[in-house]
């Protein structure tokens, strides 16, 4: 955690909390540019957010305001053009730069889910959670038997041995949910993953993402265009035109 | 978990068809190496079974295989007359393409110097060997010829008493043994009205000599029978074959042989290789370079399947990516899959080929060591085949999952 303590000099600006405080994630001063000269797009312009561990955020706005943009930037799955990415306290992507391998990183670390359910076709409801779990090095019959515990959790257990293609979207989108949590990652990222859910499950899933954030101790920030879920929430997070309109800090985290 | 497997499970019958057309192509490769060693086998099997130690041609020759050779009969006891030699047989072999039950008939005529040879060494399936001077004959299966069936070649008639199997000559022709004699007779026969003109244009040349006007008996014979007039050769053989005393130094049968001017005496061995050298080689090299050809549009093939079926699935291959799958992984779900294609691809291509095989009309000749070798370069293929998906999936961004 010296490590931490060293980056703040640099510039977070913020007093060094005490180790179960280290923010899950922070974007610092991030700005993505899309293409250049004429058709050049500032999909986000310096934003700087912060999540606590154990910590649900809504990050809300209108259509095109870079919400996926900074989510997938936080992901490590799409390089800013500037600022910092420190995810648990270790620096992981400075610009375009990657710090470490951030493919290992997001496999130990962090859990993704989407709008779409992104499931393997040719893998089974259960495989495509044991998948997960596999390529982080989990023997075979422990990813088993985690990926059953997660899928009877999320209420499809009794789909388990059936492929993706005979599920409907709802429980598609649960098995990718439970592909998210399978590796009890500190850090989960979810675009608008309710969105094929009707209202009672869309708020079940929230409300799993909340008790394994607060279980887990993980971050959890969820992109979502549904506003009745939003009790759910620790945080409400809003954007328009790639900036945050709300401040990125919550107060009563950090007294700041 | 194996994810080839597991996709290969879900696509099955893609992955079958896939599978039947690579063995098909595979199937070829293999077709082609056992057409390359059927041809070698079938141009060296006559020297190989004859069992001769010396073959003796005409001088400055390359053997009866590669060009004309043609030595007198009388030459025969010349031979024989060495020391150290136990057998001395005159080799009569040609080719001829008759009619029979009005289809057309092909097949290579081996004469057997009776009655020192009647045939014993060919490996009968049924019937005897020949067992009089004339007009019998065995036949190789493959001819479509039945025992006791009786064909006419030229103005006699020659009865089926054997039957071979796989005994064909360099060109792929059934062999068919008759005596040397009636192989002669085959070879020279000529139509009567050919010899009737024959016989009136030496009357007539006779005729206008003076030798003609002084010799009445001369001028009769000119028109009479061939045999008959002694200033004409008797017909010639292709060589003649030499079998020595087991103990016999071989070396020195050959320089003595060597100082008669009007032969060239060849070893078994050497007539091998002045067959393969020469009268098959070009056939060989055919054969060799399109099997290479054969095998580099397998690969190419291969590799363009490996390169859809990898497209196909590049939206999971990103999304493995995304949630943190290490290359190894990527690459082990595509290089698993060109394998398994492969092995099996190579399975079916034994398979179909012991069905289909034996109805080519040449012999194809799956070797084990040929075999072994083509289950090597199939692995070698499939994993050069499957660079190019490999490549294709490196390429992929994880974020793709996202458009
Ligand atoms: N790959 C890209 N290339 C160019 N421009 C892009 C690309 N991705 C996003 N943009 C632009 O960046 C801006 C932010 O896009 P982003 O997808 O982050 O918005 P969003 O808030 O997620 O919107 P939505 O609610 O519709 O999903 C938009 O103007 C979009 O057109
Ligand atoms: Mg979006």
Redesign the pocket.
Known sequence: MESYAGRTEHGTGLMTPPTHQIPSIEAISVTKI??QGQTE?I?LNDVTLRVAPGEVVALL??????????LTAMALINPPTSGRIIISGELVMEGADAKIDLRAFRRRHLGFVFQKANLIPFLTALENVQVALEINDTPAHIARKRAMYLLDHLGIADRADNLPDALSGGQQQRVAVARALANKPSLILADEPTAALDSHRGRQVMELFAQVAHESNSGVIV?THDTRALDVFDRIVE?ED?RLLTPSVSSAEYGD | MNLAVRDIRHNFSRFVFTTVGIGLLLMVVMGMAGIYRGLIFEATLLVDRIGADLWVVQGNTRGPFAELSRIPVSLENRVRALPEIIRARRFVNHSIQREHHGKPLRLMVQGLAWPDDKGEWVSLVAGRPLGQAHFEMIADRSLGLALDERVKFGKDVYRVVGLTTGMSGIAGDGLAFFTASDAMTIQFDSPSEAIRLDRSARLARTENQDLGHTQPLLLERAGGLSSGIAELPRPQVSAILVSLNPSADIDRVISTLSTWPDITVYTAQQQKDLLLSGTVDKSRRQLGLFSVLLIIISTIIIALIMYTLTLDKIHDIALLKLIGARNRVIVGLILQQALLMGAFGYGLAWWFGQYLFPYFPRRVMLETPDLIKLAFITVLISMLASLLGIWKAMQVEPNTVLA
């Open positions: 899309y293409g797009v999909a706005g209108p259509s095109g305001a870079g919400k996926s943009t900074l992109v954007m790639g």
